[in-house]
């Protein structure tokens, strides 16, 4: 018989159930993993198309904040895999199986309550991912590594510079890649073998062998100390009792020749609008046009963008933006943004460092600046906002770096005070 691939014999298990209150009001209405990025997707499809991408063509993804949005991005986008393939993708809401009475109260205990949904797949190998992240990674390899070192779990780290690495947990590890310690947000990193200035941080990417893991969790679950968690539990006592081994990203990521090692969390407000802002680089550093790894998502049918008019002050016109289908420009100057599906804009408007997510409508004269706006957002005639930090903080959300997010909730108040 020939033998099978190893991403064929391997399962995708993604952690997609967190809120991401770092993107405020953002996630508001929708778990992290299904804010919308890039012009067109979700953060989830960075996840899953590094493992359609990879060969793997088994995954389950947990729900569970505000998952509505998620599950119907996931249904729409996503439903193309053919069980009589062998291939599936299972949502696994927190439905308080297996005789539990709580949610998903860690994320290794969102995969210990669906132990028997695992056993199903049939497979060898179970990669553990976070739906919340944006890079692009052939998991084919870290498999590869995991098999080779005989390793009982099989760590994605990234490279960091020491000094901003207590943001994360760090891998000490030996001259082979043995984990030898896992310190969770360190004071003070330790650096790796060949460079003390740089450190080893956790990417939330863990490789196991399913007998090994399935046995770990059930011993997880029955410790009340425990809080049933893959960084907090699971990791360190395998680095302290079993082999651990860290797999470094640069091995693994897909890139073009000579583009650095791309990874970004975009937790954080600031973190989202600049991720957006450098994709309209003249060559940004994350490649979405790349045809050899595309990132799949859910396709809407739309018709192409549209820019109209071609007076002084009066011009349909986008300068280093990313436009997407569905969007009229109606004589509005748009510089260094990234406009979502369908968006609007009327006459006499400047978009400059924006980031509209899908259906915002921009109304004649509107100002903005070093925004994130929401989807479904209608923007008054005559609004400015970026120009004025004090003034935009009465009604919107002002980062300390200076982006404004702008939801419909903060207009409305804005409207009624006025």
């Given at each position: 018989?020939?033998t099978?691939?190893?991403?064929?014999?391997?399962?995708?298990?993604?952690?997609a159930?967190?809120?991401g209150?770092?993107?405020?009001?953002?996630?508001?209405?929708?778990?992290?993993?299904?804010?919308?990025?890039?012009?067109?997707g979700?953060?989830?499809?960075?996840?899953?198309?590094?493992?359609?991408?990879?060969?793997?063509?088994?995954?389950?993804?947990a729900?569970?904040?505000?998952?509505?949005?998620?599950i119907?991005?996931?249904?729409?986008?996503?439903?193309f895999?053919?069980?009589?393939?062998?291939?599936?993708?299972?949502?696994?809401?927190?439905?308080?199986?297996?005789?539990t009475?709580?949610?998903?109260?860690?994320?290794?205990?969102?995969?210990t309550?669906?132990?028997?949904?695992?056993?199903?797949?049939?497979?060898?190998?179970?990669?553990?991912?976070?739906?919340?992240?944006?890079?692009?990674?052939?998991?084919?390899?870290?498999?590869?590594?995991?098999?080779?070192?005989?390793?009982d779990?099989?760590?994605?780290?990234?490279?960091?510079?020491?000094?901003e690495?207590?943001?994360?947990?760090?891998?000490?590890?030996?001259n082979?890649?043995k984990?030898t310690?896992?310190?969770?947000?360190?004071?003070?990193?330790?650096?790796?073998?060949?460079?003390?200035?740089?450190?080893?941080?956790?990417?939330?990417?863990?490789?196991?062998?399913w007998?090994?893991?399935?046995?770990?969790?059930?011993?997880?679950?029955?410790?009340?100390?425990?809080?049933?968690?893959?960084?907090?539990?699971?990791?360190p006592?395998?680095?302290a009792?079993?082999?651990?081994?860290?797999?470094?990203?640069?091995?693994?990521c897909?890139?073009e020749?000579?583009?650095?090692?791309?990874?970004?969390?975009v937790?954080?407000?600031?973190?989202?609008?600049?991720?957006?802002?450098?994709?309209t680089?003249?060559?940004?550093?994350l490649?979405?046009?790349?045809?050899?790894?595309?990132?799949?998502?859910?396709?809407?049918?739309?018709?192409?963008?549209?820019?109209?008019?071609?007076?002084?002050?009066?011009?349909?016109?986008?300068?280093s933006s990313?436009?997407?289908?569905?969007?009229?420009?109606?004589?509005?100057?748009?510089?260094?943004s990234v406009?979502?599906?369908?968006?609007?804009?009327?006459s006499?408007?400047?978009?400059?460092?924006?980031?509209?997510?899908?259906?915002?409508?921009?109304?004649?004269?509107?100002?903005?600046?070093?925004?994130?706006?929401?989807?479904g957002?209608?923007?008054?005639?005559?609004?400015?906002?970026?120009?004025?930090?004090?003034?935009?903080?009465?009604?919107?959300?002002?980062?300390?770096?200076?982006?404004?997010?702008?939801?419909?909730?903060?207009l409305?108040k804005?409207?009624?005070?006025?």
């Amino acid at each position: 018989m020939p033998t099978k691939r190893l991403t064929q014999r391997s399962m995708v298990f993604v952690l997609a159930g967190g809120r991401g209150s770092r993107l405020k009001e953002l996630t508001d209405r929708r778990v992290k993993p299904a804010v919308p990025f890039g012009g067109k997707g979700r953060i989830i499809d960075f996840a899953l198309s590094n493992a359609t991408n990879s060969g793997i063509r088994k995954m389950a993804i947990a729900t569970q904040y505000k998952a509505h949005s998620l599950i119907r991005h996931l249904q729409r986008g996503w439903n193309f895999f053919a069980p009589e393939r062998n291939e599936f993708l299972d949502v696994l809401p927190a439905s308080q199986r297996g005789g539990t009475e709580s949610w998903y109260k860690g994320t290794a205990d969102a995969v210990t309550q669906n132990i028997d949904i695992v056993d199903s797949y049939d497979v060898d190998y179970v990669i553990i991912l976070a739906g919340d992240h944006i890079y692009k990674m052939d998991y084919e390899i870290m498999l590869r590594q995991h098999v080779e070192t005989k390793a009982d779990v099989t760590v994605g780290c990234l490279t960091v510079p020491r000094k901003e690495a207590s943001a994360f947990g760090v891998m000490d590890t030996d001259n082979t890649g043995k984990i030898t310690s896992f310190l969770e947000k360190p004071a003070d990193p330790p650096g790796t073998p060949e460079d003390p200035e740089k450190a080893l941080a956790s990417m939330g990417i863990y490789v196991f062998n399913w007998t090994f893991l399935r046995e770990l969790l059930l011993k997880d679950a029955d410790d009340p100390n425990s809080t049933n968690d893959f960084g907090n539990d699971l990791i360190p006592d395998i680095v302290a009792h079993g082999k651990a081994m860290a797999h470094r990203f640069d091995e693994s990521c897909v890139r073009e020749e000579g583009a650095p090692a791309y990874w970004k969390d975009v937790g954080t407000v600031d973190a989202f609008w600049q991720a957006h802002i450098d994709l309209t680089n003249f060559t940004p550093d994350l490649d979405l046009w790349s045809r050899n790894w595309p990132i799949w998502t859910y396709n809407e049918s739309v018709p192409p963008a549209k820019f109209i008019h071609d007076e002084r002050d009066r011009r349909g016109m986008a300068i280093s933006s990313m436009v997407s289908g569905g969007c009229v420009i109606s004589g509005t100057e748009v510089r260094n943004s990234v406009l979502f599906t369908n968006v609007h804009t009327n006459s006499y408007a400047v978009l400059d460092h924006a980031v509209l997510l899908p259906k915002v409508v921009v109304h004649r004269s509107a100002r903005l600046r070093q925004v994130v706006v929401d989807g479904g957002v209608v923007i008054p005639e005559g609004l400015v906002v970026g120009e004025d930090p004090a003034d935009d903080a009465k009604f919107f959300r002002v980062t300390e770096r200076g982006t404004t997010l702008i939801t419909q909730e903060m207009l409305d108040k804005r409207a009624a005070s006025l």
